[in-house]
């Protein structure tokens, strides 16, 4: 019987992964995607939408469909799911691999300011700026609505969710930039202060060199940890390697 493999999928590398896997002779790949996104792109092999109903969903999932490995290659800030899979991963005896794209580091010139959680940042802003370039995505913005005096440039994918802070601007564009756009855009919106994830990747680093250019703070706020006793790959040679995929 082929090797079925569900990727937990939403992220770039899990795009390459699932083509590469389409090209191995006798692999099935289910992309599982959570629907955030309302128009993914087009991905190789089957692909579901939607939650599982937790780790016990999950489970069950990957025992009626008979997957024969789980690669968790959602976004580094998806806890949740990655929590869920884990255990599901446990519950069932399924290996799993965590495919997670390496965080960012800062480099001389960078004024970072690292916090743990979108209300820590939130909670920093005044003292560093009165322009905010918002940068963690279209959810969780509620941590910032309540801070008056303050002007956001809030830039995601798609619309974000309410609450939102009572002055801000929203533009809807998808990476990647180079650092003379976002040098650009910083200096057009006369920002003085930028807001990121720690989502790690090239397609949006640009906004940090241009920070540092301009001498800019940047709050960053840290990734969650992984679940006791998981561990990650970097990318998704290492990823196939420890799937029996390595080069062909």
């Known amino acids: 019987m082929s090797p079925h493999v569900l990727l937990l999928g939403g992220t770039t ?17 289910t992309t599982s995607l959570a629907g955030r996104v309302s128009r993914p792109g087009a991905l190789e092999g089957d692909v579901r939408t939607g939650g599982f109903g937790g780790a016990e969903g999950l489970t069950r999932w990957l025992r009626e469909h008979r997957v024969d490995a789980v690669v968790d290659a959602t976004h580094p800030f998806a806890s949740g799911i990655t929590a ?16 997670r794209r390496p965080g960012w580091s800062p480099g001389p010139g960078d004024r970072w300011h690292p916090v743990d959680s979108l209300a820590e940042a939130a909670a920093l802003l005044p003292e560093l700026g009165r322009r905010v370039f918002l940068t963690t995505g279209r959810l969780g913005l509620a941590a910032f609505a309540d801070l008056a005096g303050l002007h ?3 830039r995601s994918v798609e619309a974000p969710e309410p609450p939102l802070p009572a002055d801000t601007e929203v533009l809807l564009a998808r ?20 807001v990121t994830k720690d989502s790690g990747g090239a397609a949006t680093a640009a906004k940090l060199t241009a920070a540092r ?9 840290r990734r969650p940890p992984l679940p006791q006793d998981v561990s990650a790959v970097p990318d998704v040679a290492s990823a196939l390697a420890l799937l029996g995929l390595g080069p062909r």
């Open 13 to 29: 590398e899990a795009r390459e992964l699932a083509a590469e896997l389409a090209t191995r002779p006798g692999v099935r790949v």
């Open 152 to 154: 956001f440039l809030v």
């Open 213 to 221: 250019d301009l001498g800019l703070p940047v709050v960053v706020v």
């Open 175 to 194: 990476g990647p930039f180079t650092p003379d756009d976002e040098t650009r855009l910083l200096r057009g919106h006369r920002i003085d202060v930028l």
């Open 84 to 99: 869920n899979a884990a255990r599901a991963a446990a519950a069932t005896g399924i290996p799993a691999v965590v495919l």
